[in-house]
């Protein structure tokens, strides 16, 4: 599928700033702990995308942003980066909701994955280099579904395909979730541990035989389309092969779908690790629940822009907050954010200001150590408070903000 424009990103030494030195570390939640990401000279990303029915809400918005920072702090150390993302443009939960509103599914999923591209655009997101849609890599899904069966990681339930978890050693070293934490949330987050004639309840869905009144697309296993998990892997396999630097998305993801999709990946190839780290972004909430389209209780990235927001002031709003943490959006927060956008773009249009190398050095000390954007935004706050006689300063500090911030001030 198209993917969305590209900003310019400035380069920091062009600027007259003097060059990074030091690793990027990231919590990653297959060790529980902080590790430094050691990509080759091409820094290697797959983020899992949407399920295009009710986009862009803010928690959405939270987690692309959050692999923006890794994109742009990767750049900075002078690492090409190859960036992928899918879209899950056909699955339960699109299909359910056309069904509820009469809308073709496809119409729904086109119409929001086009609003998710202005979105990402206006929050001056870095695009994926291949965004993939499910139903244009079914092809590549099958064949993964095929490499499993021939491996004998498969088996028949009703004319539908499961992945058996034990086809895989290392099934459950991604989330390191016991096997009674996993059973409730593999229940709550697409499984169907209950189903009859499955050998383990936390087996996966590979592949769904056709339902009436659903698509469907021609495979050796019969007409039926994707499970989810499958989807992910085999995107991610073909465009970045195995041990790629960093999988990443939200912390509802973590299990069942990045411990799935890991285990699908390492039984079909028979190499491992699926990804080098397993990162993932805190929960964004509203009024004491977590942002999410089965609760309806969504703040939308378009919404905001319509009445006004300066996308700047959103980035600068979702910024102040850890990307590990979950937190609640206020309106508070947007003032909080659009006031401080002004205090910058103020002092960045002064004729002069304190030096900028050492702000440069404070944001990507703060940025390289787990992405602490919260302080990287108070060592721009300090300079944009001093006075000072550097008429260099203001444009570089301009550089340091939309280079590793993206925010164009
Ligand atoms: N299509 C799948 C991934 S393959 C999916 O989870 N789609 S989604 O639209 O439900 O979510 C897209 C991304 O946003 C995921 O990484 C998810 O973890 C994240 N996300 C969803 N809700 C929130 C929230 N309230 N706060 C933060 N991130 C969220
Ligand atoms: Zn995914």
Redesign the pocket.
Known sequence: MRSWPVPQVPSLSAAGLPAPGGRLRLHDTGTGSLRPTEPGETARMYV????PYDATHL??A??YLAFDLVNRVWRDLGHTVHYVQ?A?DVDDPLLERAQQTGEDWRELADREIELFREDMTALRILPPDQYVGAVEAIPLIVRMVEKLRARGATYEVGGDLYFPVSADPAFGEVSRLSRAEMAPLFAERGGDPDRAGKKDPLDALVWMAQRPGEPGWESPFGTGRPG?HV??SAISVEYLGMGFDVEG??S??AFP?HEMGASHAQAATGESPHARAYVH?????LDGE????SRGNLVFVSRLRRGGADPMAIRLALLAHHYRSDWEWTGAGLEAAAARLERWRAAAARPSGPAAAPVAAAVRGHLAEDLDAPAALEAIDRWAAEPGDDTAAPGQVRAIADALLGVLL
């Open positions: 899992c995308g949407i399920t928690g959405h939270n987690t899918n899950t989810w989807e992910c998305g939200g509802d993801l779908h972004a805190g929960m964004v909430g977590k942002m999410s389209k």
